[in-house]
């Protein structure tokens, strides 16, 4: 297996930090270098606590370096070599035991449970406080976090207090549970006061390493509506008022109302200078106390006067610091209202400016058509020149609404129910505001407000200068189809153009020449705009290359003239183009990818026309051939668009079908509207064309 990169990325140590990389299992120096600062503290701290020794019991009756190894063991988390500081920590406390006139298994057993001690707590502040963990420790954010940081520091020294009586099981002797209270009671107090102002320390540590600049208090996340003189007047009064209770009144029934000095620095001091005032009071505890004055002096045994008072501080830190966490759990979550409720109003702000700086009405309603928001163009679209005048915000701008018959608009509320729930709906209405000529076309496109809002949205668009060039464009269009009728004896013709929108894509021509007719029909990819001066524009080629009678060389020179716009707006154009000659019902036809003309038979069959080349556009250089056909007495040539075929199905089938029950005998015009009735009924989207030749029995 190859050797790890120093640069690799491990997440095999804890849960992954935000964004920090963490490193290998390699020692590194800066980890080196923390260890070694960390054994000096611990030894001091373990070197101070064995001074304080119990007489006849061996166990110290402070440990300040239970408060100092959890601090130890999350500064480094995740780092590698986890194992070590656990080990350390249990030889530097066998060795304060043994250099401090311990015996050999008092040491061993009082290293062991050290050790073990610092590995629980860790073990549960990773379980219960997985940011403290991943942050390497830092102020404790909340009640959730501050209640599982107390279970850890409970949990360690309970699970390890059964190893102090190592010796006492070697010897069989009686267990000694003053021993085992006092090893809980002041291992717990040492953890929940040294471990939180140790995590204050290093977080300003970091602050000053990042060199962020620390301006105020609340730099480091002390932030309250206190004064900091009164900081200052609680951090040193409280210190001063427990050493004069406990060295003046030594009643145990006189301590508990000082308990009312946490609820007051708790709730109104910083969690940092509650930690640090929590110290400073512990100091004065268990110095009056192990000096033989103060209230817990009639308890009874030494052990169980220390371990009383430090049931007393655990109490006290306790208070202090919950009062503290739900404090800064009340600032923050104020704090976060605040900033939603600005955002929110800097958000309305922003929505209320852009909608008014729109060119388009909008105006937003509830289910019973009540106006809630409207801009101004959307006073401007519905009122005219009234919008303006004074009392205009009070008006019923919907009153001069019509349809666009001019017939009166339906209650509002059927116009919301028809908004479906998919998507928008889009209407053209007619706006006449009384008294003015200013007829409009106005576009309302209407979509439903997302739950859990009700009501609807509608966009007004001022679509009457569009409208007026489409209907231009209409008799325009219109005007290019032939309108005459062809002098044809013994045959008649018809034809039918039905646009999906204003205009269309398709045409149908026709011209006679010499012993016949030409007749074509042209659908261009697309309908609208577009397509119509696509349409145009071939109708024009056509018409202006070749012979008469050639059905082929006009449709090659119209494409070669047409294949360049063609290809720059991505379209193409099917064509069918033929000559019948009349005298004997010939016919003579191109078809360039359009496939939808047949022979319609007297016996209600049909021969379909096949097509014999691609669509003008997609392979301009094509060479193009024409093919044959025969129209008999009683048949009909018949030729439509794909719209056609669209809505009749889809499939040439479907076209079949339809085909087969066509009229039969009867005039090109009566086959012509049985054949867009038909594809009426299919609701069409595409554009509609239909050409017939009929040749009389």
């Not at 900091?228 to 001063?240: D, G, H, N, S, T």
């Not at 976060?336 to 109003?345: F, I, N």
């Amino acid at each position: 297996m190859r050797q790890r990169d120093l640069t690799e990325v491990d997440v095999a140590d804890g849960p992954a930090t935000h964004g920090r990389v963490t490193p290998s299992r390699r020692l590194e120096s800066g980890d080196a270098m923390q260890i070694a600062v960390y054994t000096v503290v611990y030894a001091i701290a373990a070197f101070l606590g064995r001074l304080t020794v119990l007489p006849d019991t061996g166990i110290s009756m402070t440990w300040p370096a239970a408060g100092v190894s959890v601090v130890w063991v999350l500064a480094r988390a995740g780092r590698p070599w986890a194992f070590l500081d656990h080990t350390l920590i249990g030889v530097l406390t066998a060795l304060s035991v043994l250099v401090t006139g311990g015996n050999g298994i008092t040491a061993a057993a009082a290293g062991a449970a050290a050790a073990v001690q610092s590995l629980v707590c860790a073990a549960v502040i990773r379980w219960l406080c997985p940011e403290v963990w991943r942050n390497r420790g830092g102020r404790l954010q909340g009640r959730r976090e501050l209640w599982s940081f107390i279970a850890a520091a409970a949990a360690g020294p309970a699970v390890s207090a059964p190893l102090l009586e190592t010796e006492s099981l070697l010897l069989g002797r009686d267990w000694g549970w003053d021993i085992l209270l006092l090893w809980c009671a002041r291992n717990i107090v040492s953890i929940l006061v040294i471990a939180p102002l140790g995590f204050t320390i290093m977080e300003w540590v970091r602050r000053r390493v990042a060199r962020e600049p620390l301006r105020r208090f609340s730099a480091v996340g002390w932030s309250v509506r206190a004064h900091p003189i009164e900081w200052f007047v609680l951090l040193l009064l409280c210190p001063a008022i427990y050493w004069y209770w406990f060295t003046e009144l030594d009643h145990l029934n006189v301590v508990f109302p000082l308990l009312a000095l946490a609820c007051w620095s708790g709730a109104r001091l910083p969690t940092g200078i509650v930690t640090l005032q929590g110290a400073l009071v512990t100091t004065v505890i268990i110095a009056t106390t192990i000096d033989g004055t103060g209230p817990f002096d009639d308890v009874g045994l030494p052990s169980f006067q220390i371990a009383t008072a430090h049931v007393y501080i655990a109490l006290m830190v306790v208070i202090g610091l919950a009062l503290a966490a739900e404090r800064d759990e009340r600032e923050a979550l104020v704090t976060a209202v605040s900033r939603s409720r600005r955002d929110a109003e800097a958000q309305a702000k922003l929505l209320e400016t852009i909608i008014d700086s729109m060119s388009e009405g909008v105006r937003v309603v509830d289910p019973e058509g009540n106006t809630i928001l409207r801009n101004h163009s959307a006073r401007r679209l519905l009122l005219g020149a009234a919008a303006d005048a004074p009392g205009a915000d009070g008006v019923d701008d919907m009153m001069w609404v019509r349809e666009l018959d001019g017939g009166p608009l339906p209650d509002l509320r059927v116009l919301f129910d028809s908004i479906p729930e998919s998507g928008p709906d889009q209407r053209d209405f007619l706006v006449y505001p009384g008294g003015t000529d200013d007829e409009r076309i106005v576009t309302f496109t209407a979509a439903r407000l997302p739950a859990p809002a009700e009501g609807a949205v509608l966009v007004m668009r001022d679509v009457t200068a569009g409208r007026r060039e489409l209907r231009r464009a209409a008799q325009v269009q219109e005007g290019l189809l032939p309108t005459e009728l062809p002098d044809l004896p013994g045959y008649d013709l018809a034809a039918r153009f039905v646009p999906a929108g204003s205009v269309g894509g398709d045409f149908y021509d026709w011209h006679t020449v010499q012993d016949g007719i030409v007749l074509t029909l042209a659908d261009v990819m697309g309908k609208g705009m577009g397509a119509a001066i696509l349409a145009a524009t071939t109708r024009s080629l056509l018409g202006a290359h070749g012979p008469d009678a050639d059905v082929v060389q006009p449709l090659v020179e119209a494409e070669r003239s047409i294949a360049r716009d063609l290809d720059n707006a991505g379209a193409f154009v099917t064509l069918f183009r033929s000559f019948v000659h009349t005298p004997t019902g010939a016919v003579t036809y191109i078809d360039a990818g359009h496939g939808l003309a047949a022979v319609l038979t007297r016996d209600g069959s049909a021969r379909r026309l096949p097509a014999n080349g691609l669509p003008l556009g997609i392979v301009p250089d094509e060479e193009r051939t024409y093919a044959t056909e025969q129209i008999r007495p009683g048949e009909t040539l018949l030729v439509v668009s794909d719209g056609v075929l669209d809505a009749v199905g889809g499939s040439l089938e479907d076209l079949a079908d339809v085909w087969s029950e066509l009229p039969r005998g009867g005039s090109a015009a009566e086959v012509v509207e049985a054949v867009v009735a038909r594809a009426v009924e299919g609701a069409p989207e595409d554009d509609l064309t239909v050409l017939a030749l009929h040749r009389h029995a």
